[in-house]
């Protein structure tokens, strides 16, 4: 298994350009979630699902749209890239199979600036 | 909502020796999860301990340990014999029990391990 895969690791954009990060993970989890981390402030829920065509927000979600097609998919879009979303993105997975634990797994996360 | 602290933005221990990281978290309610998670610069988040709200015995993983006071709401880390690999960015987190809830962390706490 492959576990959960983030693309691209680092990214550079200017302000009002969009783009999508992407997340896909191959255990067969049904729920994923997006979180971003800043100096200081610890990783912040942006969007979640609990299952295909399932979405919602987290504590962060403006600026952010999420869809999830697919169980094993579950990308972010940027549509106007702002300054204030510069930070690193980590995307997470998890079943409720792991005992009631939901454990999560996390990608390795995206480096994004935005200048 | 639940919040997540830990008052020590910066620690460090010596090499073999015992250092303990601590977290508190404010909550409602009687079901959760606490979480410890070690961020390497690699920036990989790698689950440490978790320990269910429900068990009064604290979580053990080999040099890891956890002190749990349910009534204080305090959650702290011990890790003994460290060791340099053990240097790191340390994440508490908090889960809603029973339920797809996602994760609530701290703000970090970065250990230096003095050789």
């Known amino acids: 298994n492959a576990g959960v895969t983030q693309t691209p690791k680092f990214q550079v954009l200017k302000t009002g350009q969009s783009m999508t990060l992407q997340c896909a993970q191959d255990?067969?989890?049904?729920?994923m979630s997006w979180y971003r981390q800043d100096p200081g402030m610890g990783l912040r829920l942006i969007h979640y699902?609990?299952?295909?065509?399932?979405?919602d927000q987290g504590e962060v979600p403006n600026g952010y749209n999420v869809s999830r097609s697919t169980t094993e998919d579950f990308p972010l879009r940027l549509l106007s890239a702002a300054p204030s979303q510069t930070s690193v993105y980590f995307c997470?997975?998890?079943?409720?199979?792991?005992?009631?634990?939901?454990?999560?797994?996390f990608g390795p996360g995206t480096r994004l600036t935005v200048t | 909502a639940q919040t997540v602290t830990q008052s020590q933005p910066e620690m460090s221990v010596q090499e073999a020796e015992t250092v303990t990281l601590s977290c508190t978290y404010d909550?409602?309610?009687?079901?959760?999860?606490l979480f410890w998670y070690k961020q390497p610069p690699s920036r990989q988040m790698i689950l440490v301990i978790r320990?269910?709200?429900?068990?009064?015995q604290n979580a053990t993983e080999n040099r890891f340990s956890v002190n749990f006071q349910k009534a204080a709401k305090s959650f702290s880390l011990k890790i003994s014999d460290s060791q340099l690999g053990d240097a790191a960015m340390y994440f508490c987190?908090?889960?809603?029990?029973?339920?797809?809830?996602?994760?609530?962390f701290g703000s970090g706490t970065q250990l230096t391990v003095l050789p």
């Open positions: 997470a997975s998890s079943t409720r199979a792991n005992q009631r634990t939901y454990e999560q797994y």
């Open positions: 255990m067969n989890h049904e729920y």
């Open positions: 699902s609990v299952g295909a065509g399932i979405t």
């Open positions: 909550t409602s309610e009687s079901d959760y999860y």
């Open positions: 320990q269910e709200a429900y068990k009064q």
């Open positions: 987190a908090y889960r809603s029990g029973g339920s797809a809830r996602q994760l609530t």
